[in-house]
């Protein structure tokens, strides 16, 4: 990347700690955040639960520090991402105060300068305090979602939340374009848990030396204005994070390559690719209903159909009878695909997605047009800038239904709004791209820069 060896001279190998939450939309761009930081010349300590541990042998410049967490997986299975963060707190305390201290009475060289962790793992504040260690934490969501959340407690005040059935059109006048509906405590089925959980998330940033975002300001302008002019602490927009070198697959599934052979036997922009990421399940009726939608929309498909993804069947019984034949050489199926590669595919002519972050970036630094069906928490507010804001998406919420779906894809993939939409998201492509570059006159480049200095700093 432009002006490294200007950044990384100062920094001589010093080391950092991560610590992110084991789920793979917070464990990605963790991973990714501390190659980036090692390419910047610091030395990476990257702290992990034996649970859902991330693959050391892809990061073989990191040093991996495994806690012991006795976390069984009939504890784990099922968890909400809240329960299981409220887990982890409870059993990683004491291992995390164990490790803190042997880097603390280790030689000078080895200690570490600051430590990176995801704000829901809040036993880190204080542990870090006691040690002296700035703690920064990585906010995995979009600036837009995390801006929600911070102003929760103005939400309850106005009566927006918790939500009414009657209000979900009306729009959100002190936080644009979103409406009712697109607030994230949609669908929540413990709004008391959840919101003690977003207020200790906000409260573990506003307590830390300073806030990363995988996302970038050309692209989250307002929210981030916003953002800077309310939040105590400074904030770090350096995304995309994957811009600034290929990133190594972090999957915790194994990515089925047959899927870029399959896609490269396909015409340009021809097939849109549908995938509802690590987490988010599918009913099977939504199941049946996407079949036949995908089926009668007469486009070409790669489908992502998670392992247990399908609440309590597996995906042969959930499909149509004779499905995979009444698409044949249209049609593929596969239990997890190496989406980056495939958004880059030029075979790609659209993403249906659930608008997670990490799959929204993906798919906006590849210049690919968008579907968005929100399933839950911050899910909703990317849908909503997506489609109202950027532009670069066409909303699919309550309509999952298969004559709905088929008119909807072919809209993106046929019609003449599709070819607009695809030059507004190509526009942002290019964007994206500049703002990791020194030469573009790029804010990540600059937001960057500017936790570089802050760590030099704090050397
Ligand atoms: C979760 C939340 O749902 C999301 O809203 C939040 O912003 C981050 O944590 P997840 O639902 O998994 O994440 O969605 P997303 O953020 O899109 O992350 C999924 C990741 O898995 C992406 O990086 C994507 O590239 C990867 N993926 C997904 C694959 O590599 N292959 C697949 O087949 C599907």
């Excluded at 399908?310 to 997890?336: C, H, K, T």
């Excluded at 046929?414 to 994206?432: F, N």
Aim: net charge negative; with cysteine; charged share 20%.
């Amino acid at each position: 990347m432009e002006g490294e060896g200007e950044l990384g001279s100062s920094i001589n190998g010093g080391r950092l700690l991560f610590f992110s939450l084991p789920l793979q939309g917070h464990m990605t761009p963790m991973l990714h955040l501390a190659a980036i930081l090692h390419s910047k010349g610091f030395s990476i300590s990257f702290i992990h639960t034996k649970f859902n541990a991330p693959n050391s042998s892809k990061y073989p410049q990191f040093t991996f520090h495994p806690l012991s967490d006795h976390l069984s997986e009939s504890e784990t299975a099922g968890l909400s991402v809240f329960d299981l963060a409220y887990l982890i707190n409870d059993k990683c305390s004491e291992p995390f105060r164990d490790l803190l201290t042997e880097f603390f009475t280790d030689s000078s060289e080895n200690r570490p300068y600051a430590l990176f962790s995801d704000p829901a793992l809040t036993f880190t504040r204080d542990i870090a305090k006691s040690f002296a260690l700035p703690r920064f934490v990585l906010r995995t969501s979009g600036i837009g979602a995390f801006l929600v959340y911070s102003s929760f407690p103005l939400l309850q005040e106005k009566h927006y939340l918790p939500i009414q059935a009657s209000q979900l059109e009306q729009s959100v006048g002190d936080l644009p374009p979103l409406r009712v509906k697109d607030l994230p405590a949609i669908g929540v089925p413990d709004m008391e848990t959840f919101t003690k959980y977003i207020s200790e998330l906000v409260e573990e940033a506003k307590t830390s030396s300073g806030v990363i975002f995988n996302s970038f300001e050309e692209l989250e302008d307002s929210a981030m204005a916003v953002l800077r002019q309310t939040f105590p602490v400074p904030i770090y927009p350096i995304g995309p994070f994957h811009l600034y070198s290929p990133p190594n697959s972090s999957s915790y599934l194994t990515p089925d390559r047959t899927s870029i052979s399959w896609l490269d036997k396909q015409a340009p922009k021809s097939v849109i690719f549908v995938s509802f990421g690590s987490v988010a399940s599918l009913k099977q009726r939504e199941c049946l209903e996407i079949a036949w939608g995908l089926a009668n929309s007469g486009c070409h498909f790669l489908w992502v159909i998670r392992p247990g993804s399908i609440s309590g069947m597996n995906r042969q019984d959930a499909l149509p009878e004779q499905f995979m034949d009444m698409v044949e050489g249209r049609g593929y199926i596969v239990e997890w695909a190496p989406q980056h590669d495939v958004l880059a595919h030029p075979a790609i002519g659209a993403f249906w997605t659930h608008c997670g972050w990490n799959s929204t970036l993906e798919s906006i630094c590849e210049g690919v047009p968008m579907i968005c069906t929100p399933r839950f928490a911050d899910q909703m507010v990317n849908c909503r800038y997506a489609t109202n804001a950027w532009t670069i998406g066409v909303e699919l919420r309550d309509g999952l239904e298969r004559d709905n779906i088929a008119k909807v894809v072919r809209r993106l993939m046929v019609e003449e709004e599709g070819l607009e939409i695809r030059q507004r998201a190509l526009d942002l492509k290019m964007k994206a791209k500049l703002t990791v570059t020194q030469n573009g006159g790029g804010a990540s480049f600059e937001s960057l820069k500017s936790l570089m200095s802050c760590l030099s700093s704090s050397s």
